[in-house]
């Protein structure tokens, strides 16, 4: 939901909603129509430039990965799955140009709220490549 709202007050158009549980995915839709009539039910035939990964797929081996099928290449692969980098990596950077992975993500909010809450740019001030050195036990 989070991801949603903050796709939507960024006025993205398209928003396509594909999920393991259909259910779900029309319940979101229903939620999310009226602040943004651009969401929608993702087909084959959708037209994308990013995929969000929300899904447990990358956190463990042998997770059912059949909704993938339906993917094409686009610009950005973004996942919010921090647990398993390689093995998400190794899934999802098929399906973009540029793969960004949970713990870049992680950070990213991470920093973005110490600059809201500190009301300073205290993101400019850390080394990142330290930070995920000493977040992922690198």
Request: aromatic share 10%.
């Amino acid at each position: 939901s989070s991801i949603i709202m903050s796709l939507i007050s960024q006025q993205v158009k398209n928003i396509f909603l594909l999920s393991r549980n259909l259910k779900s995915s029309i319940n979101l839709i229903n939620r999310y129509k009226k602040h943004n009539p651009g969401i929608q039910s993702f087909t084959k035939l959708s037209n994308y430039d990013a995929i969000i990964n929300c899904t447990p797929i990358g956190v463990c081996n042998n997770t059912d990965d059949a909704i993938l099928k339906n993917l094409k290449k686009s610009q950005y692969l973004i996942d919010i799955n921090y647990i398993n980098n390689m093995l998400s990596k190794s899934i999802f950077s098929e399906y973009a140009d540029c793969y960004i992975n949970g713990v870049d993500m992680f950070l990213f909010q991470a920093l973005a709220s110490l600059d809201v809450w500190f009301k300073d740019e205290l993101s400019k001030k850390i080394n990142y490549n330290k930070l995920v050195k000493l977040i992922t036990y690198e």
